[in-house]
């Protein structure tokens, strides 16, 4: 019997497209919802007591809701917080989007890597413990930014974003002692993709990115191998507070056909 239950992204935000749109070309025969946390936006600058409250508590509420067959949690924020918590409170598979900075490690000629995600997520135990597993032969530069957050934000309504505006937001992670020898940088935040195009202005061609949207697409086209689809309703966006102007076209974009508050 063929099973109408949808994959359900979830970030703070709109970086979770950065994850859907990926695993929307590996498994298009799901149906997809998507939840943005607006009312809780941003989480990066949030303290990790917050966000290990808030997370799993709204995830048991939208899983009520809508049912998912599986969670990706589309932010390395909220992963690298309450990956555990939300495994322990749910019983469905739940992808959670870390670091890639194994995939970084093993890009990297100079040995030096960067890991730029949200504030947050870089002073992580989690991320320490990535760091000393996968790239213990490298120089780790790490920086958080909530300005290119905002940006992404900014960009996905459709306002235009300035590569110096970018560079601004970088600028401390090129001050750093090794940077000379910076050569790939993990996007540790699921905003930063979406601006691909700017950072990789700001940064020059010495340096190049990688980010975790094509591992989870792998991941959940592996974990959903085999299931039945059914598609008996459009794809919808789901805020949790106000839904900005400008994203109901993107959302469309992205094949979202629909947006509606929680
Ligand atoms: N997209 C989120 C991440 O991957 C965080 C953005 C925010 O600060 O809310 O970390």
Do not use: W
């Not at 607006?38 to 809701?65: H, Q, T, W």
């Not at 739940?94 to 995600?117: D, F, H, M």
Request: glycine share 8%.
């Amino acid at each position: 019997m063929s099973d109408p239950r949808p994959i359900l992204f979830f970030d703070s935000g709109v970086g979770g497209l950065s994850i859907a749109a990926p695993t929307r070309a590996a498994v298009p025969q799901a149906r997809f919802v998507y939840v943005a946390d607006s009312a809780g936006f941003p989480y990066g600058i949030k303290d990790e007591a917050e966000i290990a409250a808030r997370v799993p508590a709204l995830l048991g509420r939208v899983a009520e809701r809508y049912n998912p067959r599986l969670i990706v949690i589309a932010c390395n924020t909220a992963s690298t917080i309450a990956l555990a918590a939300v495994r322990n409170a749910l019983d469905i598979p739940i992808v959670g989007t870390v670091p890639a900075i194994k995939p970084a490690a093993e890009r990297s000629r100079t040995r030096t890597i960067g890991v730029l995600g949200t504030a947050a997520t870089v002073r992580q135990a989690y991320v320490d413990d990535l760091a000393a597993r996968f790239a213990g032969d490298c120089r780790v530069i790490r920086h958080g930014s909530a300005e290119l957050v905002t940006l992404a934000e900014a960009k996905l309504r459709g306002e235009s974003v300035s590569v110096q505006a970018v560079k601004t937001a970088i600028a401390p992670m090129l001050a750093a002692p090794d940077a000379g020898s910076l050569d790939t940088v993990a996007l540790a935040c699921t905003h930063f993709p979406l601006l691909a195009d700017e950072l990789a202005a700001a940064f020059g061609p010495a340096v190049s990115f990688v980010d975790g949207g094509p591992g989870i697409a792998r991941r959940v086209a592996s974990l959903t191998h085999g299931q039945s689809f059914a598609r008996t309703a459009p794809d919808v966006a789901v805020f949790t507070g106000p839904i900005g102007t400008g994203l109901e076209q993107t959302m469309a974009r992205y094949e979202f056909a629909r947006c509606t508050r929680l």
